[in-house]
């Protein structure tokens, strides 16, 4: 099956991608490693970074957030407007690709 939504993925150099050939190899799509401290490589990953920012300073304790807590923020982040997506929601842009409106129902 042919990935049409995500064609690369780039990621830091951490344990937790040890499993990046799988990853890549299932979704058919190139995997990258960004460099030590470029930050800049993986543009997307930064900016939800700084947005999460806004809700938790960096250093803080995440362990003690509740799950509601969690989902408020989620859901905020997910129907904000983002530049990236010609200011429509992420939540929006899902949508769009997932349930497509040109398909036909039977009545």
């Excluded at 150099?13 to 993986?42: C, D, M």
């Excluded at 003690?64 to 010609?86: A, D, H, M, T």
């Amino acid at each position: 099956m042919d990935s049409l939504y995500i064609h690369t993925i780039t990621s830091d150099n951490g344990k937790e991608f040890s499993e990046h050939e799988l990853v890549a190899q299932t979704l058919y799509i190139n995997y990258y490693f960004a460099h030590p401290y470029h930050s800049w490589e993986r543009g997307v990953n930064e900016n939800l970074n700084g947005l999460i920012r806004q809700y938790f300073r960096k250093g803080s304790d995440l362990t003690s957030i509740n799950e509601q807590r969690i989902k408020e923020i989620e859901v905020k982040l997910n129907n904000r407007p983002r530049k990236r997506f010609g200011y429509e929601t992420p939540i929006f842009v899902m949508n769009q690709l997932l349930f497509n409106s040109k398909v036909a129902f039977i009545t």
